[in-house]
Structures are given as C-alpha cells and as structure tokens.
C-alpha cells in the first residue's frame, strides 16, 4: 500500500519562511503528477502548486513569487516563503502514483499557522 507523508508544518510570524516536505512510500512502480493543496477553516481545499513528472510546474496567482515547488524522486518539497496570515491553513500532498495501477493519493495534512 502506497502512502505519502507530509512534514515540516508549524507555526511562523508574517514574513517568515518554512519548507514542507512529501515522501511517498510503499511499493511505487511510477509517480506522475505531484502537487500541494491547502484548506483554510471553512473554505475549500484548493491548489496551491503542482509539478508534473517532467519538471513543470504551475502555481496558484496568491502564492507566485513567494513559493517554490521541486520534486526529487520519490520526495516532493514546497519552499514557503514571505509567509502571510492568509497562507494559514492545513496543507495536503497530492500524487499520482502507479502501484502499478494508477490511482490519486492524498497524504493526512500538516498544519502551517501564520501569525505574529
């Protein structure tokens, strides 16, 4: 059973920085798609940045010029920075993984608080 795991969440003053980290597991025969989504209280999950197995990558408009995505085999990382209070939220790893049927995995969320 493939799973993925999210880590370093937590809690950082406006303007701060913070790194998320994804590791995928299990018996993992291809990783396609891999992304980061983001639910705030009382909103909707939503996409924050998404890296395809090639190498690109799309970013929501809110977050462009202050996050970065990257991906190295089977470990995927959001780089966070000039964090706003509006940046808090639960944050979600997302990746297409063939095990060896392709399915849609979600990890279990890490907690990012942006507050002073």
């Known amino acids: 059973q493939a799973q993925l795991v999210e880590s370093g969440g937590g809690l950082v003053q406006p303007g701060g920085s913070l790194r998320l980290s994804c590791a995928a597991s299990?018996?993992?025969?291809?990783?396609?798609?891999m992304g980061w989504y983001r639910q705030a209280p009382g909103k909707q999950r939503e996409l924050v940045a998404a890296?395809?197995?090639?190498?690109r990558t799309n970013y929501a408009d809110s977050v462009k010029g202050r996050f970065t995505i990257s991906r190295d085999n089977a470990k995927m990382y959001l780089q966070m920075n000039s964090l706003k209070p509006e940046d808090t939220a639960v944050y979600y790893c997302?990746?297409?993984?063939?095990?060896?049927?392709?399915?849609?995995?979600w990890g279990q969320g890490t907690q990012v608080t942006v507050s002073s």
């Open positions: 299990g018996i993992i025969f291809s990783i396609y798609s």
């Open positions: 997302n990746a297409d993984l063939a095990t060896p049927r392709r399915n849609n995995y």
């Open positions: 890296v395809t197995s090639g190498g």
